[in-house]
Nanobody, 121 residues
Framework: QVQLVESGGGSVQPGGSLRLSCAAS????????MGWYRQAPGKQRELVAR???????NYADSVKGRFTVSRDNAKNTMFLQMNSLKPEDTAVYYC???????????????WGQGTEVTVSP
């Protein structure tokens, strides 16, 4: 019954900005962590940014200083603010959430359907 829905993707020029949103159908405080992954054509899915239940964040080296992950627990939504976008940021971005390992009914990973980001002149 857990659903994750991404939005906010689109096409921008290099140097532009986008803000992605991931809306969850359940309280996100129950997830031990949430994160953003991306998959470019011909490449494997890679971690972009993660945020723990306690608010600690982790970023891929390629996006440090440009991307910021945050969440609004009251709105059950996670965000990814992307600034100074580069052509190499072009990919489908996926929302991910980790269920609680000690709760048998919860899955280890939940995934959204993805939202496409294209950065080109």
């Amino acid at each position: 019954q857990v659903q994750l829905v991404e939005s906010g993707g689109g096409s921008v020029q290099p140097g532009g900005s986008l803000r992605l949103s991931c809306a969850a159908s359940v309280s996100i405080v129950r997830f031990i962590a949430m994160g953003w992954y991306r998959q470019a054509p011909g490449k494997q899915r890679e971690l972009v940014a993660r945020i723990s239940n306690g608010g600690d964040t982790n970023y891929a080296d390629s996006v440090k200083g440009r991307f910021t992950v945050s969440r609004d627990n009251a709105k059950n939504t996670m965000f990814l603010q992307m600034n100074s976008l580069k052509p190499e940021d072009t990919a489908v971005y996926y929302c991910n959430a980790n269920g609680r390992p000690w709760v048998a009914s919860e899955e280890r990973d939940y995934w959204g359907q993805g939202t496409e980001v294209t950065v080109s002149p």
